[in-house]
């Protein structure tokens, strides 16, 4: 497992960070999101899919209450997953069919052991910066990007 730390200081680093790795996505990948409340979990999601595909990030908003969002990309289907007020979500019909983006994972969130992941932790450290933890699980080509 590839681990490694980048520190965020502004929004606009946030949005590089997002830029910088959506070259190396092949549209498979499982991406965990952890952090409280307000550390940039749906504004990293806006900046990753905007990079993806510029239209489809203009669509981006939090799933909190629909619980999941589908965006349709030039390259493969986002799917954007908010577990915050929902205790249980099978995921099996999504997983391998596109990026798969969560917010509020859960521990059963690694049984995919078979589909790339990528987990970020954000810990606020003041109002715009952050230190996100980045881990690899079969996503070490993601490291090219990073």
């Known amino acids: 497992m590839?681990?490694?730390?980048?520190?965020?200081?502004?929004?606009?680093?946030l949005k590089?960070?997002?830029?910088?790795?959506?070259?190396?996505?092949?549209?498979?990948?499982?991406?965990?999101?952890?952090?409280?409340?307000?550390s940039g979990k749906t504004t990293f999601t806006k900046f990753l899919i905007s990079a993806i595909d510029l239209k489809a990030g203009e669509e981006v908003s939090s799933p909190t209450f629909s619980v999941m969002n589908i965006y349709e990309t030039e390259k493969f289907t986002v799917y954007h997953v908010d577990l915050y007020r929902v205790k249980e979500f099978d995921m099996s019909d999504i997983i391998g069919k596109?990026?798969?983006?969560?917010?509020?994972?859960?521990?059963?969130m690694n049984k995919f052991e078979e589909v790339?992941?990528?987990i970020l932790k954000f810990d606020i450290h003041d109002e715009d910066k952050r230190i996100i933890e980045l881990d690899l699980i079969?996503?070490?080509?993601?490291?090219?990007?990073?």
């Open 138 to 146: 079969k996503a070490d080509y993601v490291k090219q990007c990073i």
């Open 98 to 108: 596109g990026i798969v983006i969560v917010e509020w994972p859960d521990e059963e």
């Open 2 to 13: 590839f681990k490694k730390k980048v520190k965020v200081s502004s929004v606009d680093e």
């Open 116 to 118: 790339p992941t990528i």
């Open 16 to 38: 590089s960070f997002a830029e910088k790795l959506s070259p190396c996505l092949k549209g498979n990948e499982l991406i965990l999101l952890i952090g409280d409340l307000g």
